[in-house]
């Protein structure tokens, strides 16, 4: 009985043992089989991932070929464009030939010159039944026919009320041909040089200052870049029969070398003891030129407008006037009626414009051309 007793518990034991052991394979086998599943599951998601990867891969490469596409109509159109340009430029300016030239201003005769200035002699001149400005530039301002030819397009697209208008050229001899203005220049207007128009009324004065900022501005907006006037003075305002004064030379300094048209301006500095007063002189220091060079040459022209005085030291005398209460003195006296609060405002104004550094001198669109229209109105 006791052995009986002694087997059947060892029996138990094993028992429990062949369970303890069937339980852990269990657990071992279930995870086992988590572990297949979680691989299962990384293998899925790889699967998964390399396809959205191809999928990418294949979507870049559609809009790749997609830009590609543009592009290569984009350029096809610019092409196209450009050849309609190119098309357009044969007719965009009147192309004159010398024989026309010389008919029209019989043989460039010196009784026809009618001006001359730093890049060359200007003829009045007959063409197309039309009375013109012919200015001839200097030999060594000629150039390449090509950018010539370039730049005349340029300068024919440039129409503005307040600009001298740009007719035609004859690029073989660097003949440019301008509408002709009867009543000359702005500075013999003032001066009384020549035929001696009538004298310039306050109010022609201050039309005439607000008009010539205005065109001044239209060069300054101009696309793709700003084109900056460099010689801005009285002798290059130009007035037509009813006293509308235009901005001529415009882009000369473009038309030329830039060896050129330095050789020009300091041809100017050292030639006439006037012409210098309208040089930026930040810009002769640094010799960089931008928008506000103008503003400082427009000053001196604008305090010109209304004393008619030499530009040598007259933002100096001015300055002193208006500081000793003496300025309604300084205005020109072939004018009785000024009315002299509002012209000491404008010579303000001006004196601003000559600040010697160019970040003190203020705002053409904002600051200046508003107070020159209220004038005028």
Not at 328 to 357: F, H, I, N, S
Request: aromatic share 6%; hydrophobic share 40%; charged share 25%.
């Amino acid at each position: 009985a006791l052995s009986a007793k002694q087997k059947a518990m060892e029996l138990q034991r094993w028992k429990m043992d062949e369970e303890q052991r069937s339980q852990e394979t269990r657990l071992t086998e279930e995870s086992a089989m988590a572990l297949i599943e979680q691989e299962k599951a990384k293998a899925r998601a790889a699967i998964e991932a390399a396809e959205a990867s191809q999928r990418l891969a294949d979507f870049e490469a559609q809009k790749r070929i997609s830009a590609e596409m543009t592009a290569l109509k984009e350029a096809e159109e610019r092409l196209r464009s450009m050849a309609a340009g190119a098309r357009e430029s044969v007719v965009r300016y009147r192309r004159y030939t010398i024989e026309e030239i010389e008919i029209g201003t019989d043989h460039f005769n010196e009784a026809r010159k009618v001006g001359e200035g730093g890049y060359g002699p200007v003829y009045k001149g007959h063409l197309d039944h039309t009375p013109v400005a012919i200015k001839v530039l200097r030999p060594d301002a000629a150039q390449g026919r090509a950018q010539f030819q370039q730049e005349v397009e340029v300068l024919s697209c440039i129409r503005h009320p307040n600009m001298v208008l740009l007719l035609g050229a004859c690029p073989e001899y660097g003949c440019l041909v301008y509408e002709y203005m009867a009543n000359g220049s702005l500075d013999d207007c003032l001066f009384h040089r020549g035929a001696g128009g009538p004298v310039l009324s306050w109010q022609h004065r201050f039309r005439i200052a607000a008009e010539i900022a205005t065109g001044l501005l239209f060069l300054h907006q101009a696309k793709p870049e700003p084109l900056v006037h460099r010689d801005l003075k009285p002798g290059n305002i130009l007035l037509d029969r009813n006293y509308v004064s235009k901005i001529s030379d415009v882009g000369l300094a473009r038309l030329v070398p830039p060896s050129v048209a330095d050789s020009v301006t300091q041809y100017r500095l050292t030639a006439t003891a006037g012409t210098f007063c309208y040089i930026d002189p930040e810009y002769q220091q640094t010799g960089k030129l931008g928008v506000k060079s103008d503003i400082y040459s427009l000053g001196v022209l604008l305090l010109q407008v209304v004393t008619a005085r030499p530009p040598m030291g007259l933002t100096h005398h001015v300055e002193k006037a208006i500081d000793a209460g003496t300025f309604a003195q300084m205005l020109d006296v072939t004018v009785k009626d000024w009315p002299v609060e509002e012209a000491l405002g404008y010579a303000k104004l001006a004196l601003k414009c000559t600040e010697m550094r160019r970040r003190d001198r203020p705002d053409l669109a904002t600051v200046i051309l508003p107070e020159l229209n209220r004038l005028r109105n």
